[in-house]
């Protein structure tokens, strides 16, 4: 017989399993269409797919762990996001239709706008975390499993999500799925190939070549809630790496019509790359890696209740934190990472190779109190009662994260022969651009300070973009036109980068 696994959430029963001797937790579980935080998607590395085998036994990795006989699994809260703009409450609108969906498919987070397409007007909107998580956190973990497994699952999964979001958004509004008409999405390149239900894995691999770049419409596919005959048109993508999440970005950013030279950064487990000069569009992808969205950090996690988002430091009131949901810290989210490495580096508790010093060597100063040793191992406490804390390897991976953003940034501007001094236009897009602090990321050297007064924060401008893109022609002929002005500058043979990459990784304070 079958040994049978028990999944627990919350104290409650959630699903029997029968299961593979062998086989592990993790795999049974997603195999059950069950949601597991799994950033490194079962590979080992990331040490977050923890569960309990009783209410009060130790944590376990389910990706380590092999199904032995029946057993009881008892899997964490499950991930609640906030996520910008989900306002699918229920009311009734009225609507002159066609309708449409615009989406913004992220690699965490899909947001769908359902919009009143004869005067784009936005009804509702339905989001939730990309249900591709389970089977990792980044784009390199999706492809690799898709390498490993082939793509189709990733593809069901996502579309399966998007059917979800349309019917939760037209329910929300008590609008007829069969009213829309269109559906404009922008995603990275990897998340449009997946939703179209490409393969994404020679973009895994050089020469990273995709199965088409978009800008484009096809018919929406049966498997979607939607009118018989509807559209859908996915943003135009750059190359494998510069996706239609970024070129939705900049028509919503209006970066056609910005006066000036002026760069566009999207952070994410990517750091995309935008320098507009001279009318023309300079890019590149930088592999800032998933440090800033905390995954692969001792005390790393995602902007969920528990998460230090921010960390101010006096040296009459000590470190200031701000913790999501009012709650006991447990960990550091993105934005609470540069922020306490900002105070780190601006208190010398870093010095500017990016050491974490000893507390003797700080005695007389006030952050001293925060330096100690955990495991015989230098660390900086941001919650001692809590056991949160920063340790030298987490320093390390932020510091080649920013190095390579800000080595990016350079490379673009020596491409196009201009210096920091002839940039008059610094646009922050996604969401980690709305909530990082614009000081502590100058001041760790993510960008140059000169470009902190005319740092301006975007939004999630892929999603404005994608409905932007859904109600007119003239924004998709927008976009079209943008293409003929793109160059492409590959990092990974750049002699400059990898000058500016060293030298990027020095801290400045
Ligand atoms: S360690 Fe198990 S999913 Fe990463």
Known sequence: MSPVLKIYRGGKLIHTAEAVPGETLYERIIASDIYLEAPCGGRGKCGKCLVQLSPDGPKVRACQTQVSGDMDVYLPEEMHMKIAGDDAK?????????????????????VAHLTDIPNCTRLATASGVNAQRTYGADVISRIQYCAENGHEVLTRVIRAQLAGLISKACKSVGANPKDIHYISIAGNTIMQHLAAGYSPVAMGVAPFTPVELFGNERPAGKDLPVAD?????????????????????MLASDLENIKGNCVYIDIGTNGELVLKADDRYYCCATAAGPAFEGAEIAKGMAAIQG???????SAEKGLELTVIGDAAPEGLCGSGLMDALAVMVSTSAVDETGRLVDAGELEHHPISRYLGKREGKNVFWLSKEHDVYMIPGDVRKLQLAKAAIAAGIQTLLHTAGKTNKDISGFLLAGGFGSFLDQHSAATIGLFPKDFLPFARTMGNTAGEGAALALCTQAARDTLKNMMDNFEVVELSTSKIFNEQFIDQMMFEG
Do not use: E, M, N, R
């Open 307 to 313: 998460a230090i988002s921010h960390v101010k430091w």
């Open 229 to 249: 005959d509807a559209v859908l048109y996915f943003a135009p993508c750059v190359y494998s790496y510069v996706g239609g999440d970024i070129t939705a970005g």
């Open 90 to 110: 229920s009311k009734t609108v009225t609507y002159t239709g066609p309708l449409g969906i615009a989406v913004d498919i992220g690699t965490t987070t899909v």
